[in-house]
């Protein structure tokens, strides 16, 4: 902001302080006054009002605050007179400067307030943009990241839906020459001609192979649906959901996944019908209860989850807290980011609460994440009324 600097020192012009009507009618009373013909100059000697060519010698000082502001002529008056003369216009002038400084300071004042409060709008402005700009940034992201997820798990779902399918066939049909093997056995040389080709073994590390498949292309399949989770390729329908009936249905799954010993307990309280897509907002609560189960995995019997519901001001709130491993204070920021995990490969996607982010805020909700360290971890779902 500029600065402005008063001139408080200086006075104004003459001309300024007494504008020439006034100085002319100024003039024409002290004439009156003093019985005889008067004119006020300005330092530079230039007349300022009442009668023009009088002698310059008979000319008093008119002095403010220190500062030679005029001259009074009036030839034919009594000195003493003109010198109280001249005192009575150095006060008029001096109120009129004090007058006229106490204006600029409040103009100032307004300018200088005027000035900040376009400063503060201007940066305020200059954040909102900043911040629209990532918001819009975020968005593209997700969105190709999306994109590119919905179509790699539409791709992949099909091959591994009849993968999966052959797999069980084959443990099938794995079980009839088992039982082949068996009836050959009791034939005569049968159990050699087996032997021969190390058979049983054959057929047990087979049983393992299969076994070991199924559980692979499982994991595939969980990847994939969580895939389509986060880019939400399933479009369900909108619906009024009793809020906690989706909050137990998640438990009940979640709950199958407890380590042993370990236990969740649900406090439901009040909250009202909720319109909402209900198969993804199960899905993003699915997800934070999977998180909190795998918090405290390893804490044997002491391990707990805690979901808890309520209604509060104009919210639904639901709160998932585990007294877990918690996490390091500077991932806080980065957990809901797309593909950040800290689980080893294979076991996280990183995209559960980037999914569930996205889903609470589609329905107008916030989700908030707090953790400490070995300390456990809440995380809060606000959903408007
Ligand atoms: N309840 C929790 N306790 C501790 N860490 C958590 C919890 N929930 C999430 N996290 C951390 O956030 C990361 C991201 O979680 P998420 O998006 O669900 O992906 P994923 O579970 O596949 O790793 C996790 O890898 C973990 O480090
Ligand atoms: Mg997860």
New binding site residues.
């Given amino acids: 902001m500029p600065e402005i600097t008063a001139s408080v020192d200086q006075h104004p012009p003459l001309a300024a302080l007494l504008p020439p009507g006034d100085s002319d009618r100024l003039c024409a009373s002290l004439s009156v006054l003093l019985d005889s013909p008067v004119a006020l100059q300005d330092p530079a000697g230039t007349v300022t009002g009442g009668t023009r060519g009088l002698a310059a010698e008979a000319r008093v000082e008119i002095v403010c605050a220190g500062e030679l502001v005029a001259y009074l002529q009036a030839p034919r008056a009594r000195p003493a007179a003109s010198q109280a003369a001249a005192a009575m216009i150095a006060q008029l002038l001096l109120a009129t400067i004090e007058q006229q400084s106490a204006a600029r300071a409040e103009s100032e004042a307004r300018y200088r307030a005027l000035s900040e409060d376009f400063d503060a709008r201007v940066a305020t402005q200059v954040t909102l943009l900043d911040e629209r700009q990532r918001q819009s940034y975020q968005a593209e992201r997700l969105a190709s990241v999306g994109a590119l997820a919905a179509g790699v798990a539409h791709e992949i779902n099909n091959p591994i839906a009849f993968v999966r399918s052959n797999l069980r066939t084959a443990e099938t049909y794995l079980g009839k020459l088992t039982d082949l093997a068996t009836s050959l056995k009791t034939l005569a040389g049968g159990d050699a001609l087996l032997a021969a080709d190390d058979i049983d073994f054959l057929l047990e590390d087979f049983a393992a192979l299969l076994h070991d498949s199924i559980g692979g292309v499982d994991r595939v399949a969980r990847i994939v649906s ?1 895939l389509k989770g986060f880019s939400n390729v399933d479009k369900p329908q909108e619906d009024v959901v009793d809020l906690n009936e989706l909050l137990a249905s998640a438990c009940r799954i979640a709950e199958k996944k407890l380590p042993a010993g370990a236990a969740l307990h649900c406090e439901l309280g009040v909250v009202k019908p909720f319109l909402c897509l209900p198969g993804h907002l199960a899905q993003a609560l699915l ?2 209860l ?3 189960v ?2 405290i995995e390893g804490r044997g019997a002491s391990g707990e989850v805690r979901v808890r519901s309520r209604f509060e001001g104009q919210e639904a709130l639901i709160e ?1 807290s ?1 007294n ?4 390091e204070q500077s ?1 806080l920021s ?3 980011d797309p593909f ?4 080893p490969v294979g ?10 982010r996205d889903i609470v805020r589609a329905h107008g909700g916030e989700i908030r ?1 707090d ?1 400490v360290l070995d300390g ?2 809440t ?1 809060t779902v606000s959903l408007p009324d």
């Fill in positions: 969580d997800a934070i999977n998180n909190a795998q918090a998932v585990d877990g491993a918690g996490i991932a980065r957990v809901f950040y995990t800290t689980r076991k996280g996607t990183g995209l559960g609460l980037t999914m569930a994440f953790s456990g971890t995380v």
